[in-house]
């Protein structure tokens, strides 16, 4: 496709979106009205609530729930954590201090020399959304549900930390205060616990609900909230809408903004139209070329920050021909980056030049060499022997305009060295079962880690003992120097070896590094106090209207 073919699209578009916004925006106002005319939008209410329209509402409230982009924003808004991140801002926005812990949900916390054992000391007079005072028992039954449940607490415990066993290494101390002891030295020993998905839960309401089949409360969790964060959920409907309430006890003080009522508009454009007419103040999600319209558009704000995300096409290492490094760096030689950055992301993105995300310690590009190189590309697949190309699939998720978008350019760009590319547009639940059994040899994967750390991300996705490997790839060096890298406290030495794993990475080309698509939010200009955090959803307590 010729320079002027795609400006030519690229402004039919532009004049497509224009259209429908202006559409929507009378379609949609109709419709939303009873919002407006809600008694919590009544004189002086209005500055206190927050109408938020989003892609959809979270799938559960659980912190034990599988992470999804709408579980993480529960997660930080509901869950309270023993350690987190100092705050810092630049051009006016929050961000986290990566280089300065401090705490939460703990006042103060003993590291011992060996890295070893970690002592936590309580806050003391934090009160949960109901009332109860935080505690060793609460802390320590947070801790004994989330081993029994073997689900993400589990996970970070054994797989992070090397905990095998809990009586060895869970112990309540007095009543204010928790010690962790684990195997081997970690220098995540406290880092890891700024995660937001090890919130701790208010066990004398949870003890409330738990039956004799359902003795963790599970499927009373999944849709109510028990914690000692700024908020509570009072409804939850999925599909629809949730609606959280501002926890006064809150041990930072009351938030500003006392309800969020967050709206499930599944379709992009709809939530634009509701922004644009007033009626939310806040649309997730959205496409770039609507942020671009959005941006010249009266009483609305976008806020971008160039976060963690790390999207790829990822291919099943194992399944042929990708089980041939030299296939799989062919196809990074086809991508045309640049197409993709302008036609797609409008100039809003990043392209990915490393495993280990662009804003952490430990990232280095050196070893991204890609470029778009079409005789390069047919010169690895000769040496693979397929100089005449092959045919493979290519899964994404239905309703993701970028991958469908980027999927269809891919196609195009793969055709020029003969790889002929089935595009398969499936529902998410559907491409998450096929590349987790194995059954798809190419998919679009978009996913963040949350603790800033090197070690922490590669062994996330290229420690061929993790459970979220999906691309297969096994690399006994890798392995190795991962595995090292979670028990080294010689932070000199996990550096150097964290960036032997991302040349061996870029080398091997597990995946086609696409972009960091980033995270951009559209708000109405009288919503202040935009924050971002590494799981990328919305921290309300930060937020005000003016």
Do not use: C
């Not at 419709?31 to 892609?55: D, E, I, M």
């Not at 949730?242 to 500003?256: D, I, Q, T, W």
């Not at 806040?282 to 971008?304: C, F, N, T």
């Not at 980033?518 to 930060?542: H, I």
Request: proline residues 6%.
């Amino acid at each position: 496709m010729n320079t002027s073919e795609n400006d030519a699209r690229r402004n039919a578009r532009r004049w497509a979106v224009s259209s429908a916004l202006q559409a929507l925006v009378l379609a949609a106002t109709p419709v939303l009205s009873t919002a407006v005319l809600s008694p919590a939008f009544a004189q002086g209410a209005a500055k206190t609530t927050l109408v938020v329209a989003a892609p959809r509402t979270p799938e559960s409230l659980d912190q034990e729930y599988p992470p999804t982009e709408a579980v993480h924003e529960v997660r930080r808004n509901v869950y309270e954590r023993l350690l987190g991140y100092a705050p810092k801002v630049v051009d006016g926005i929050t961000y986290e201090d990566f280089d300065k812990i401090v705490g939460t949900l703990a006042e103060s916390w003993d590291i011992t020399p060996d890295k070893k054992s970690i002592t936590f000391h309580l806050r003391k007079g934090v009160k949960s959304s109901a009332g109860n005072e935080l505690n060793a028992d609460s802390v320590m039954w947070s801790f004994e549900r989330g081993w029994n449940l073997k689900s993400n607490f589990h996970w970070y415990m054994t797989q992070i930390l090397k905990i095998t066993s809990f009586q060895d290494s869970f112990a309540k101390v007095d009543d204010y205060t928790v010690k962790v002891s684990i195997p081997n030295p970690s220098p995540l020993i406290d880092r890891l616990w700024v995660n937001s998905d090890l919130g701790i839960l208010d066990a004398v309401e949870m003890k409330k609900h738990v039956t004799p089949e359902d003795q963790w409360g599970g499927k009373w969790l999944a849709s109510h909230s028990a914690s000692y964060g700024p908020y509570y959920v009072t409804e939850y409907s999925p599909g629809q809408q949730v609606v959280y309430e501002a926890n006064e006890s809150y041990y930072r003080g009351s938030p500003k903004i006392k309800k969020i009522i967050f709206r499930e508009m599944p379709t992009s454009s709809n939530r634009v139209a509701a922004l644009q007419a007033g009626s939310v103040d806040v649309a997730e999600y959205l496409l770039p070329r609507e942020l671009s319209l959005l941006e010249k558009a009266p009483g609305v704000k976008i806020w971008k920050v160039f976060g963690n995300y790390i999207h790829r096409a990822e291919m099943n290492n194992t399944m042929k021909p990708f089980d041939n490094p030299k296939v799989r760096l062919a196809l990074n030689y086809l991508v045309p980056r640049d197409e993709i950055l302008k036609a797609v992301y409008f100039g809003t993105a990043r392209p990915t030049k490393s495993p280990i995300s662009e804003i952490y310690p430990g990232f280095t590009d050196q070893y991204f060499h890609f470029n778009s190189d079409v005789a390069k590309a047919k010169e690895l697949l000769a040496e693979a022997g397929l100089k005449d190309g092959f045919k493979t699939e290519l899964g994404y998720r239905t309703g993701d305009q970028i991958e469908e978008e980027i999927a269809v350019i891919l196609k195009s760009a793969f055709a020029k060295a003969g790889v002929d590319v089935t595009l398969s547009k499936l529902p998410a639940s559907t491409l998450v079962e096929r590349y987790t059994k194995g059954e798809i040899p190419m998919y679009f994967f978009r996913d963040m880690a949350i603790v800033p750390d090197a070690a922490y991300v590669a062994n996330l996705w290229l420690n061929s003992g993790s459970l979220i490997d999906y691309s297969k790839f096994k690399n006994p060096e890798v392995d190795q120097l991962i595995n090292a890298g979670l028990t080294s406290v010689d932070e000199k030495k996990r550096l150097e070896d964290m960036k032997r794993v991302q040349q061996i990475t870029v080398e091997n080309a597990p995946w086609v590094f696409l972009f960091n698509p980033g995270y951009q939010l559209a708000t109405r200009t009288n919503v202040k106090g935009y924050s971002w955090y590494t799981p990328n959803g919305n921290a309300w307590f930060d937020f005000y209207k003016e």
